[in-house]
């Protein structure tokens, strides 16, 4: 079965003080792994798709890793407007049928 | 442009009633989804659409129907609302399933009583 975890499920951050958010993940066949940002009363807004082990890809503070079980989300040097929950997912066929991870709460204080 | 656009953003259903969620896309998208979100239990796909006509059932698809009469709209019909439904309903779209991210929509608040 499909399965993806995201730890932790709560992080609180001093403005600038960097750290990273994991999702492990556990699917027949990567057709590629998705980072969302949600922010409250709204919808998940894309930021990411990593399709290889070895692979990154960056966006300002933000930077996110692939390896062969697991994805990283680094925030470096976060500012308060971070703050938001981020989404891992993982398709589990062609159809584009996404699984999502619970969701990490990213808190990013002044 | 307005992306995914779902109607209503807030819903208050006694028990026994029905209702439709509307979803439309202007981003010619032929794959289409609806998820539930529920806390602490992240995104579920209750069912989907993958072009004009056709719909399919995802992980949780007990309680709810869908229509897909036009490419733009899917619909997501609610025929005996139960207090287990409550949760927040987002729409998405992607132009070819598979490894094409998913565009959602700012989701429909409904609560059961």
């Known amino acids: 079965e499909d399965q993806v975890t995201q730890s932790p499920e709560a992080l609180r951050l001093q403005e600038g003080e960097s750290s990273s958010l994991n999702c492990s993940y556990t699917v027949s066949g990567l057709r590629g792994l998705f980072w969302y940002r949600q922010d409250p009363g709204k919808g998940p807004e894309f930021l990411f798709t990593?399709?290889?082990a070895g692979e990154e890809k960056e966006k300002e503070r933000l930077k996110a890793t692939l390896t062969k079980k697991e994805s990283f989300l680094h925030i470096t040097a976060p500012k308060p407007e971070d703050s938001a929950t981020y989404l891992c997912?993982?398709?589990?066929?062609?159809?584009?049928?996404?699984?999502f991870g619970a969701g990490t709460q990213v808190v990013v204080t002044p | 442009n307005a992306g995914v656009t779902q109607t209503p953003k807030f819903r208050v259903l006694k028990t026994g009633q029905s209702m439709t969620l509307l979803c439309a896309q202007d981003?010619?998208?032929?794959?289409m989804y609806w998820y539930r979100q529920d806390p602490g239990m992240g995104l579920r796909l209750i069912h989907y659409s993958v072009g004009e006509g056709t719909t399919a059932k995802g992980e949780v698809p007990d309680g709810y129907n869908v229509s897909r009469l036009k490419k733009q709209n899917f619909l997501l019909g609610l025929e005996s609302a139960a207090p287990s439904q409550t949760s927040v309903y987002f729409c998405a779209s992607s132009y070819s399933g598979g490894a094409d991210p998913l565009h959602f929509g700012n989701g429909t608040r409904l609560t059961v009583t």
């Open positions: 981003m010619n998208h032929e794959y």
């Open positions: 990593l399709y290889s």
């Open positions: 997912a993982v398709p589990t066929d062609s159809w584009g049928k996404l699984q």
